[in-house]
């Protein structure tokens, strides 16, 4: 049995996800109006990664019997001044929501809520990935500096992401 405290927390959940994908979608609209067209791709594809995980959270309430309650989103930053500045920004925040989801995986233990234990586990591993992919690309960014030509690579590598 899920608990109200639980529920509430997943809810929260819920929210802490739309908001990234709200955070990349504006990173990809302040990438489109520099003409970065890759890295505003690659922040596209991952603003739909992030309603997908807040879809997951909202499915999972209801497959329960628990009422999913939205939350206010906070407006984002609307404007980077480089493509090291927003992916850095990127990476912090992935580490804010593992640190979200590790709560999380703390308070299903501490309540021996075992079925949402076990859900969170997909969340555990998924944030693995996303921190490292972040830190790979800001480490890109920051051996490319200001050359216009690596700039100009990564971006079309970026681009490439389905
Ligand atoms: Fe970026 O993993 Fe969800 O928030």
Redesign the pocket.
């Known amino acids: 049995m899920i608990s109200e405290k639980m529920t509430k927390a997943l809810n929260n959940q819920i929210k802490?996800?739309l908001f990234?994908?709200y955070l990349y979608l504006s990173m990809a609209a302040s990438f489109e109006a520099q003409n970065w067209q890759g890295f505003a791709n690659w922040m596209k594809k991952?603003s739909f990664?992030?309603y997908g995980?807040?879809m997951k959270i909202f499915d999972y309430l209801n497959g329960v019997g628990k009422k999913v309650v939205l939350e206010q989103l906070d407006k984002p930053k609307s404007d980077w001044n480089s493509p090291l500045e927003a992916f850095e920004d990127a990476l912090k925040?992935?580490i804010h929501?593992t640190n979200k989801i590790n709560e999380l995986a703390k308070l299903a233990e501490d309540e021996k809520d075992f079925a949402t234990a076990n859900f969170l586990q997909w969340?555990v591993t998924?944030?693995i990935e996303?921190v490292a992919s972040a830190t790979a690309i800001v480490e890109k960014l920051k051996f490319i500096g200001d050359q216009k030509s690596g700039l100009l690579f990564l971006d079309n590598e970026l681009g490439k992401r389905q």
Do not use: L
């Open positions: 802490e996800e990234s994908s991952q990664e992030e995980h807040a925040h992935e929501i969340f998924e944030q996303e």
